[in-house]
Nanobody, 116 residues
């Protein structure tokens, strides 16, 4: 069974950094496009950053210059390096992966809290 396991969330002060990881495991042929979403209280889930299998990246405007998405295809793992964190970054962050035959999977979410 395919699983997406996220790690790296936590509590940091404004200006701090966190590195999120998402590992895809199970019976898979390949992992295509991946992305990080987040959902804060009172808001809908939004796309934070995405990355294609070839490495093309895209970011929502609010995180440009602060976050970096990357992936290691050999490990089927995606990362999100978050620097200069702000209180408005507080949310549950979800890993998303599109697998062979257009199958879509989600991680369980990892909490990121930015608080003074």
């Amino acid at each position: 069974q395919v699983q997406l396991v996220e790690s790296g969330g936590g509590l940091v002060q404004p200006g701090g950094s966190l590195r999120l990881s998402c590992a895809v495991s199970g019976v898979i042929f390949r992992v295509d496009d991946m992305g990080w979403f987040r959902q804060a209280p009172g808001k809908q889930r939004e796309l934070v950053a995405s990355i294609t299998r070839a490495g093309t990246t895209n970011y929502t405007d609010s995180v440009k210059g602060r976050f970096t998405i990357s992936r290691d295809n050999a490990k089927n793992t995606m990362y999100l390096q978050m620097n200069g964190l702000k209180p408005e970054d507080t949310a549950v962050y979800y890993c998303n992966a599109n697998l062979f035959l257009s199958r879509v999977f989600w991680g369980q979410g990892t909490q990121v809290t930015v608080s003074p």
